[in-house]
């Protein structure tokens, strides 16, 4: 684990020379995700939504599009939810053509970006400070029992529908996994679940990401500290420079690729600041402790507090709980990749037969765990895909 925090001093100094060597030839690699849909000429709107434990998590909208503002037709709510790392931008990093935020506007939807907490915008707490041990002590579980119910009763309140499309990527969905099986209330909400790259167990996992699993949670925490994960947000603070040199843009690919997967024909290196700002950013320590554990357990289960008396105060029971996707019962649509490092294929395919309304499920074999966001096919390949189903599920022909 050394040769990776030289590697973050390396980039540290690297990232100051090249900077001085040319101008960012991407100006959204700098841009929150409310300036990158301005810049491309959508309306923006910006909320701010408290949950239950009392963190603050911005909520990003794009309520229509360039070409359908003055419609009066009602608009059925699409809501995005974005994986580890990475930050709602992700749905914006392309140009409009091969977006899928901006696709879906253009079609006629109600856009909704969620934010996870801890990530670049999202470090804001009623009471607790960033700085602190506490604001950072939380994994998916908090995710699930608290980010996701308050953002989706937020969309709803605010749009006044009874429903809505979600959309989750990577973490995102392992998020709707955990929290449509054990909250029922809130599934009820969801009118079909579109899993993009799914995430429930990551037994399988390659790349640089099973390093996690040799790592015990005392070792972890000594290495990298009990608050945020900084060599993410190292690499991805001085990449909007190092990135935009062609000469470094090949290293920069395969930082993103061993951690990701890599499929070479889908990536498009001109963007890559932009890819690394908004997919290697801030979250919590505990939560890549978790991903060990998960990682070492083949399960999908809560934290483990590390004995059983601690268990047994957070669950009442000596042993983290089980999340059992069996009990969800919303209508899925799946989208994996036989080149995702962290959808391991082997994980997928564990994960299909506990789908118990799974109505549509595509497997692209030239795709890694970024390319159905952000790959050059991503249009074609995924987000047709899921307008066709959106409008076909809308008419009641699924």
């Known amino acids: 684990m050394w ?26 690699s700098h841009m929150n995700v409310s300036e990158i849909i301005k810049y491309w000429n959508y309306p923006s709107l910006e909320y ?9 998590l911005p909520i990003n909208r794009i309520p229509h599009g360039k070409n359908n503002a003055n419609s009066s037709a009602p608009k059925m709510v699409v809501f995005c939810q974005h994986g580890l790392f990475s930050t709602p931008g992700v749905w914006v990093a392309n140009p409009p053509d091969n ?53 989706i009763n937020f969309i709803l309140n605010t749009t006044g529908q009874e429903q809505i499309y979600y ?16 909250n029922q209330e809130l599934a009820e909400k969801i009118k079909l679940n579109i899993l993009i790259a799914p995430v429930r167990t990551v037994k399988y996992v390659k790349g640089f990401g099973r390093l996690l ?28 420079y190092v990135c935009n040199i062609k000469l470094v ?48 357990s083949g399960e999908f289960q809560a934290y483990d507090w590390g004995s059983p008396s601690l ?6 029971q000596t042993t983290p709980p089980l999340y059992s ?24 395919a564990n994960l299909v037969p506990k789908i118990f309304n799974l109505i549509y499920h595509k497997t692209i074999p030239e795709f890694s765990h970024l390319d159905f966001i952000v790959g050059l096919n991503a249009k074609t390949e995924v987000s047709d895909e899921i307008l066709t189903i959106l409008g076909e599920y809308d008419s009641s022909v699924l």
Not at 214 to 227: D, H, N, Q, R
Not at 325 to 341: A, H, R
């Open 99 to 151: 977006s899928l935020a901006f696709i879906l506007a253009e079609a006629g939807y109600d856009v909704w970006l969620g934010n996870s907490r801890g990530s670049t915008w999202a470090k804001k707490h009623v009471t607790l400070s960033p700085d602190s041990e506490e604001f950072w002590a939380f994994s998916f579980d908090q995710m699930i029992a608290y980010d996701l119910p308050a953002t």
């Open 3 to 28: 040769w990776l925090l030289r590697t973050m001093c390396l980039i540290h100094v690297f990232g100051k020379i090249f900077c001085l060597l040319e101008p960012n030839k991407n100006p959204e």
């Open 167 to 182: 959309i989750g990527h990577s973490l995102g969905t392992l998020i709707a996994l955990g929290a449509f099986s054990t």
């Open 213 to 240: 699993a040799y790592f015990s949670p005392e070792a972890f925490k000594l290495v990298f500290g009990k608050k945020e994960f900084l060599p993410t947000v190292v690499f991805s603070e001085y990449s909007k």
């Open 325 to 348: 996707v069996e009990n969800m019962k919303v209508p899925t649509v799946m989208f994996t990749g036989l080149k995702d490092f962290l959808a391991d294929p082997k994980d997928v």
């Open 311 to 316: 268990n047994m105060q957070h669950y009442n």
């Open 249 to 296: 843009d090949a290293g920069c690919a395969g930082v993103l690729g061993s951690l990701t997967g890599f499929s070479e024909d889908q990536l498009n290196t001109s963007r890559i600041d932009v890819y690394i700002t908004h997919s290697l950013a801030g979250t919590s320590t505990q939560i890549l402790i978790h991903a060990g554990q998960a990682i070492r």
């Open 48 to 56: 701010e939504v408290v949950t239950d434990d009392g963190y603050i």
